[in-house]
């Protein structure tokens, strides 16, 4: 290959193709716009200015755009994260939230080259279809707070804003249905005169750049214990919504992405905000289903756009900007909504045949979720309680056979399953000792010795036989079970 063709093969798409550059931008023009009130509002829980919030978008966004290992994925600040370190902010100040900030960073990029990534392939399909649907809910709910005790207008706002989203791509899909429906909105209330909340009453919108800089906090000891806390249940969090971001981005894209560098570039992305005075943040959810779901985005580009973009928008066209109605933005985001929930999940056909324990999981975590508006505690409880189904499950499986010898000399005792601390639990009580003959075999040619309590389990069998004046021998053990029982065999006594 000549180096022509190798460096035209490694120029991204946005440059050679020009359907996919006016995508890319559209795509990042609209997910800036529906970032500036949700880094507001977000600010607000966080218990800061609007502009950290907005900073910390645009920060996060250009940063991950670059470092990250998910194409098209939207980070910026987050109300996972706000909820973290809001109590923070409350009680030491706005120099103390961004010192944690950098230090989640750090943790962020020591987790992620521990391999903290690789975690994510235990984490089930019903917590993951469960995730999902709790994050459409959340999103849907973030919304009525914007539909209650407002004017009347706002109903038949947002009643055109999703009907311009439906029907406007069956003309074409050139430019983004979300898009045109902000768009229309907006001039249709500021050439009416139409009074409905506005951007603008959100709060108000920052008209510089960030500049850089150190936080404002005594480099001590004790800061450093103030902080820590905080900044390790930010970084937990943060990598677990970006990865299973990451992950439901994969599915929908059918490409994959590198989990590695997504951890690492999260903790990048924060520590640049964070040296900008933002509040930190992961990726986003919600914005990501708008960039790659609605828009079809694809590319770093998108990425990087919407956090430009959000800045253009509130440095140059703020009062623009101010005069887009809520309404506008909250039809978005209920169409984001109604399209991430996994229908086919909860449908009567499918429920009939998905295994109740599966069904339980995904309930789960849906109610975790929803209840602590926090999707990785939903993911934590949701994993543990599928590890439980599963266990259980598995445990049944075990079973123990007796075939004793015609003559009356020896009997074979065939153990069948997975043996593992649920299942070996039984064990020891599913043998004859007091009649059984004076030769024991127990055949483990269809099992599987997983962990201590296993072997624990058959150190008791052969003590209580011994006890007995009776011999015991152990075969069929398949190569890994053999070595861990012949480690373990006989050094753990007083675990029975």
Request: net charge neutral; charged share 15%; aromatic share 6%.
């Amino acid at each position: 290959m000549s180096p022509a063709a190798r460096l035209a093969g490694l120029k991204p798409d946005w440059l050679s193709d020009p359907k996919v550059w006016r995508t890319e931008v559209l795509a990042g023009l609209v997910v800036a716009l529906a970032l500036i009130p949700e880094a507001i509002s977000f600010s607000i829980i966080a218990g800061v200015d609007p502009k950290v919030g907005l900073f910390a978008s645009f920060t996060m966004a250009v940063t991950i755009a670059v470092v990250g290992g998910r194409r098209a994925m939207i980070s910026a600040a987050t109300g996972a994260v706000a909820l973290v370190i809001g109590p923070l902010n409350r009680e030491h100040g706005l120099g103390y939230l961004v010192a944690a900030v950098i230090l989640a960073g750090v943790l962020q990029i020591v987790l992620g080259a521990l391999g903290v990534a690789k975690l994510m392939r235990f984490v089930p399909r019903s917590v993951m279809v469960g995730f999902v649907n709790a994050l459409a809910i959340l999103i849907f709910m973030a919304q009525v707070p914007n539909l209650v005790d407002v004017p009347w207008a706002v109903y038949p706002l947002v009643v055109g804003g999703l009907a311009l989203m439906v029907l406007f791509p069956r003309v074409t899909k050139v430019v983004p249905a979300p898009l045109v429906s902000i768009v229309v909105l907006t001039v249709m209330t500021v050439g009416a005169g139409i009074a409905v909340p506005t951007v603008g009453d959100e709060g108000k919108l920052p008209s510089s750049l960030p500049v850089p800089g150190l936080p404002d906090v005594p480099f001590t000891l004790h800061t450093l214990t103030v902080i820590a806390p905080y900044a390790l249940a930010m970084a937990l969090v943060g990598l677990m919504e970006s990865l299973m971001t990451a992950k439901l981005v994969d599915d929908i894209t059918e490409t994959r992405s590198d989990k590695t560098r997504e951890s690492i570039g999260q903790g990048i992305a924060n520590i640049v905000t964070g040296f900008f005075g933002g509040m930190g943040g992961c990726a986003m959810i919600g914005q990501t289903m708008i960039n790659v779901k609605v828009s079809g985005a694809r590319t770093r580009l998108s990425t990087f756009l919407a956090g430009a973009f959000l800045m253009v928008l509130c440095i140059v066209f703020g009062p623009v900007v101010s005069d887009i109605p809520m309404a506008a933005l909250v039809a978005v985001m209920v169409m984001v909504s109604f399209g991430t929930f996994d229908w086919h999940s909860i449908a009567p056909r499918t429920l009939k045949r998905m295994p109740a324990g599966e069904i339980t999981v995904m309930v789960v975590t849906v109610a975790c979720v929803v209840a602590t508006s926090n999707l990785a505690i939903g993911v934590v409880v949701g994993s543990i309680t599928a590890t439980v189904v599963f266990a259980k499950r598995v445990a049944h499986l075990a079973t123990v056979t007796a075939h004793a010898d015609p003559e009356g000399g020896t009997v074979v005792y065939r153990v069948t399953g997975e043996l593992f601390f649920a299942s070996s639990n039984d064990l020891v009580g599913r043998f004859d000792y007091a009649n059984d003959p004076d030769r024991v075999v127990i055949d483990l040619t269809d099992a599987h010795v997983w962990d201590a309590s296993s072997v624990a389990a058959l150190d008791a069998v052969e003590t209580k036989y011994g006890q007995r004046g009776k011999t015991v021998e152990i075969t069929g053990l398949n190569t890994p079970s053999a070595d861990l029982h012949g480690r373990l065999s006989g050094e753990l006594a007083g675990a029975h």
